[in-house]
């Protein structure tokens, strides 16, 4: 009889269960502190406008900052609001001791200027890693806030792999939030890393050189099964609004994930991969800014 050949065993990286690992490290740290008569860390969301997505990532963060036994400070903003008082409420809360973290929901409305929001932010309290100072440092290989999608996606990584060191990896998207600052840390762990992008000439088969493969482009399933090199770690930050088989709207990621079961070694579903782990970097990069701030007495 001939052997039978079985195709190999994808696994599924549950992000979700990773986070809430991570969550509960991160809240018995605060409760530490608190237990040492520590004030609580403090995290302020600032939110211009309605945008429906913005509204339910802010409730969330804010009901996990306030689960993990830190101070959420909210501040709903209309969209009208002018970029100078956007700016000034900014520059309030760099001087606000309570605070150790400020995060500026992005998109901002077309009528402000986002980097000079982003610029007006005092590094040190920069826990979504935007700022040039924090870029600077991190491509420089200094200690930085780094943004917490890439960051979730490295704990991942490090989480699955182990050692990195020597993986080729393939991070599909330049942007300054994901792509770029994931290749930055990516190379830190000795990857050979090659960042592609819309004018890449054949994505393909860069794609089907990676170890590691990144897809954060935001189109839906554009990386297909096979362009996953067999056995490959994938993980798709895409979080794309497409129309499922019944014609309903459903949530899918960058990579067309039924075709690459059974090809890739390791993937993250959407949802349920890399979206828990960014708001569980957002706590841990306020904490890390509490703890360095010279005044916190942590
Ligand atoms: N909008 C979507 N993702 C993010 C993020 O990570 N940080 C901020 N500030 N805005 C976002």
Not at 39 to 46: E, H, K, Q, S, Y
Not at 235 to 253: F, H, K, Q, W
């Amino acid at each position: 009889m001939a052997p039978t050949v079985s195709e190999p065993e994808t696994t599924i990286i549950d992000g979700k269960a990773f986070a809430a690992s991570l969550t509960e490290a991160i809240a018995a740290e605060v409760a530490g502190l608190s237990a040492a008569g520590k004030r609580a860390p403090g995290l302020a969301v600032v939110l211009v406008g309605e945008d429906p997505a913005s509204q339910v990532y802010v409730r969330n963060k804010g009901r996990q900052t306030i689960a993990a036994g830190m101070r959420s400070f909210e501040h709903r903003l209309p969209a009208d609001t002018a970029e100078t008082d956007l700016i000034a409420l900014v520059r309030r809360l760099n001087a606000d001791p309570a605070v150790d973290g400020i995060l500026v929901q992005l998109p901002l409305p077309a009528h402000i200027n986002t980097n000079a929001v982003i610029d007006a932010i005092d590094p040190a309290k920069d826990v979504d890693g935007f700022h040039v100072v924090n870029a600077g440092r991190l491509a420089a290989g200094l200690d930085a806030l780094v943004p917490c999608t890439p960051l979730g996606c490295l704990l991942m990584l490090k989480h699955v792999l182990g050692d990195l060191s020597g993986l080729r990896a393939v991070v599909v998207g330049r942007s300054n939030i994901v792509g770029k600052p994931m290749a930055q840390l990516l190379l830190q762990e000795n990857c050979t890393v090659t960042i592609a992008h819309s004018h890449t000439r054949d994505l393909a088969e860069e794609c089907r050189q990676a170890d590691i493969l990144i897809a954060a482009v935001g189109r839906p399933g554009l990386i297909k099964g096979d362009w996953i090199k067999p056995g490959a770690t994938v993980i798709d930050v895409g979080i794309n609004r497409a129309a499922g088989p019944d014609g309903t709207s459903r949530l899918v990621g960058d990579v067309d994930y039924d075709a690459a079961l059974g090809v890739a070694g390791h993937i993250t579903p959407v949802p349920g991969g890399v979206g828990p782990m960014t708001i569980a970097c957002l706590l841990r990069n306020t904490l890390t800014a509490a703890k360095a701030r010279p005044d916190s007495g942590f």
